[in-house]
């Protein structure tokens, strides 16, 4: 996000200009759509990781609660 701070108007401006132009406006839908899809798949990552250590650190402290 440091990026964006350096970023003013008119470079943000030329970027889109650029994208629509490679891209063209029928594309950019689908490719909003794939970077969507892209992020919630990382999420669903990240926050099956964070269950994981939660149920592994859940049974070692019931481990250490039997000994």
């Known amino acids: 996000m440091i ?3 350096i ?3 008119q470079e943000i401006i030329l970027i889109i200009i650029a994208i629509l132009i490679l891209f063209g406006g029928k594309k950019i ?3 909003m759509r ?3 899809k892209g992020i919630n798949e ?3 990552a990240k926050d ?4 994981q250590e939660d149920k592994t650190d859940k049974k070692d402290t019931e481990k ?3 000994k």
């Open 3 to 5: 990026l964006l701070g």
């Open 29 to 31: 839908p689908e490719l």
């Open 64 to 66: 250490e609660v039997k």
């Open 42 to 44: 990382f999420t669903r």
């Open 7 to 9: 970023l003013g108007g």
């Open 48 to 51: 099956g990781i964070y269950d």
């Open 34 to 36: 794939g970077i969507g």
